[in-house]
């Protein structure tokens, strides 16, 4: 026969395992460990030092945020606006879809996948392209962006119940 006690230590070991399997998706898996991205516009090299953030949304699409903006719990050790974005399709190749690189006044942005292209070995990506000249300048750029995604979050959609009248 068990006593009260035991039933109560029971009953509270099980809510807390069920609520860590609850949050562990949402605290362990939404950045990585910092390891250095490493950056290459126009030949100049930069490092940007902080988590990395890589997602994968609901239509498959790869997103990957490095560092992670501050107002994601992130931030710029030393200040200053440091950050890449990319977003990549892993179908049976590797497309980028956009990429997007800001070191404090160096900017570019490109959304063409065909001056884009990528590779992966384990969980690190090199993306490689050209970004057209932005307003005021006369030439493209090109940029080499080599980051880690240690974990990779799966977005999970609630889709909720069919629409009415739906098979």
Not at 97 to 103: D, F, N, P, Q, T
Request: hydrophobic share 40%; with cysteine.
């Amino acid at each position: 026969m068990r006593s009260p006690d035991s039933h109560t230590a029971g009953t509270v070991a099980r809510r807390v395992v069920a609520a860590a399997l609850v949050l562990s998706p949402l605290v362990g898996c939404t950045t990585d460990a910092s390891e250095p991205t490493t950056v290459v516009f126009d030949g100049e090299t930069y490092t940007l030092e902080g988590p990395v953030s890589c997602v994968r949304q609901v239509d498959s699409r790869l997103v990957i945020n490095a560092p992670v903006a501050p107002k994601w719990g992130g931030g710029v050790p030393g200040g200053g606006r440091r950050l890449i974005r990319v977003e990549m399709t892993e179908e049976s190749r590797l497309v980028v879809k956009s990429a997007g690189i800001r070191i404090n006044s160096i900017r570019g942005f490109a959304n063409d996948p065909a001056e884009m292209w990528a590779t992966k070995a384990d969980n690190a990506y090199t993306i490689n392209g050209r970004m057209p000249a932005a307003d005021g300048e006369t030439q493209a750029h090109q940029f080499r962006i080599e980051v880690t995604c240690s974990v990779v979050e799966q977005q999970f959609h609630d889709v909720g119940p069919p629409p009415v009248g739906a098979p």
